[in-house]
């Protein structure tokens, strides 16, 4: 009787569908407990980290920065990754409410009152802004809200396989418009950062689905929110690293961020980047860092 109950239960939360990907099915989940849909990333072996061709080309194109910025990213190297589940979104300030309200942890930074930016406009605040991701939120905090959800932060390698969705030697998750060429531009079309312009229309944070997602239908992994992730940062990491299912450094002082977020600075186009390595102390809580969780294949599936 169980395991036919059991049997029902994943039959009701696993839903195939066509993805952009490889053209093939691929599996999405619902996760019971926050709602959130979870996109099946295969398993298999990608490249992760930048090649010293594409990081020259972006020194020859803007004096501004030097290689020592993109020195975490070398050397580039094959992983091997099981299959995971990522959220198709990140984390909604909707979900953060209901995982609050279920445990009674803490309202993150920015719920109730929007900083002082000096902006045009005002910065939106976590309870009247339920579609947008939520930030303010420390590795802790994201650590415990996924453990709650039963799901868990991504492996830094996770996040960026799921990134690339499929490309490869790309710098950004969406294929370059002239075939052969390495997509070395941002476009406003793809990703909410820095400014207004386009399709970008937000300063601060944009509602989570806003731009088209990448070919494994993951929306907003560019921009939008830094996302953390749950290895410790080690800029050398990549020299030492394990070929398959590698987890980061056993210890650390901060843990890996990634994917960019809406208030770019001079850098801003380069931390968007697949590649890019960024990092923080764990119980830092400010207004561009956010997440979105992993899960291991249900066992029954």
Request: proline residues 6%.
């Amino acid at each position: 009787m169980k395991l036919a109950f059991m049997t029902a239960l994943i039959i009701l939360i696993v839903i195939l569908i066509n993805t952009l990907g490889s053209g093939n099915p691929t599996a999405t989940i619902l996760n019971d407990v926050d709602g959130g849909e979870m996109v099946c990333v295969p398993s298999g072996s990608f490249l992760m980290g930048s090649q010293a061709d594409a990081i020259s080309s972006l020194l020859e194109a803007d004096q501004r920065v030097s290689k020592e910025f993109f020195r975490a990213e070398y050397p580039q190297h094959e992983v091997f990754l099981s299959t995971f589940y990522i959220d198709r979104y990140m984390v909604t300030n909707a979900q953060y409410q209901l995982f609050m309200q279920a445990t009674g942890h803490p309202a993150p930074k920015y719920w109730w009152t929007a900083p002082d930016t000096g902006g045009q406009s005002s910065f939106p605040v976590g309870e009247e802004n339920p579609d947008h991701p939520v930030v303010g939120v420390s590795w802790q905090d994201a650590s415990a809200y996924c453990k709650w959800a039963g799901k868990r932060l991504p492996s830094e390698a996770e996040w960026e396989k799921a990134a690339r969705g499929g490309l490869v030697d790309q710098n950004y998750p969406w294929p370059s418009q002239v075939k052969g060429r390495i997509n070395s531009q941002l476009s406003r079309e793809k990703a909410n950062y820095g400014g207004i312009g386009g399709s970008d229309r937000w300063h601060w944070t944009a509602p989570v689905g806003s731009f088209s997602p990448n070919q494994y239908g993951i929306f907003d992994i560019a921009g939008n929110g830094f996302e953390w992730c749950n290895d410790w940062y080690a800029e050398d990491y990549y020299s030492r690293s394990s070929s398959r299912n590698p987890l980061g450094p056993e210890t650390g002082l901060t843990r890996v961020l990634r994917g960019g977020s809406w208030n770019n600075n001079l850098f801003g186009k380069y931390q968007m980047r697949c590649a890019y390595r960024f990092h923080s102390r764990p119980r830092t809580r400010n207004m561009v860092i956010g997440f979105r969780c992993v899960a291991d294949v249900p066992l029954l599936q």
